[in-house]
């Protein structure tokens, strides 16, 4: 829900965006198109680390690194600059699907997988929601700048992800495996 939160924020607040930073629609286009680029890219990158640090620990990373994503957006003096922030923040909203589907995945009862998938899945709709929500809250008493500040809201859930989510029981007896494995080689 706050990673979607966090991607939809840039739709709400284009127009006010795109007048201050003076780009057209089709730069706004570019600039979604290399928000869900880097989705891609970040989906492999965190993925790939789950792997190598554990599902908690991509996902707590993917987090922050969309919240700093969103945070910078607002401090954009240019279209160069707001297009680095929303490719950062495009690559942690990646990897925090692709770690957090794991982690999920791996944490659930099989019989219950489908079910908290589809609960996962029904966030996008509650994080456009919340999109709208602080737009319409902050942007009128602040401005756009200050939406994407809300943007940083995510990375104190990073925290407490960190302190009270436990690491996939897969992935421990997996590394556990793998270290035997290597302990054996090397003997």
């Not at 490719?87 to 791996?106: K, M, N, P, R």
């Not at 659930?108 to 709709?125: D, E, I, L």
Request: net charge positive.
């Amino acid at each position: 829900m706050l990673d979607i939160m966090d991607l939809m924020l840039f739709a709400m607040m284009i127009k006010y965006i795109s007048a201050d930073l003076s780009f057209d629609k089709g730069m706004a286009g570019v600039i979604a198109s290399m928000t869900l680029l880097a989705t891609a890219v970040g989906g492999l990158v965190f993925g790939f680390l789950a792997d190598r640090i554990g599902r908690t620990r991509s996902m707590v990373l993917s987090i922050l690194c969309y919240s700093l994503g969103t945070a910078l957006c607002g401090f954009s003096q240019t279209v160069t600059q707001l297009l680095i922030f929303r490719f950062i923040l495009g690559l942690g909203v990646g990897g925090e699907w692709s770690a957090g589907a794991a982690l999920i995945t791996e944490s659930w009862p099989a019989q219950h997988r489908g079910k908290v998938m589809a609960w996962v899945q029904s966030a996008f709709a509650l994080g456009y929601a919340l999109a709208a929500l602080v737009a319409a809250i902050v942007l009128p008493l602040f401005g756009w700048r200050w939406v994407f500040a809300v943007g940083l809201l995510p990375a104190l859930f990073a925290f407490w992800v960190r302190r009270h989510t436990e690491e996939s029981e897969i992935w421990v007896q997996q590394k556990q495996r793998l270290s035997n494995r290597l302990r054996s080689q090397a003997q």
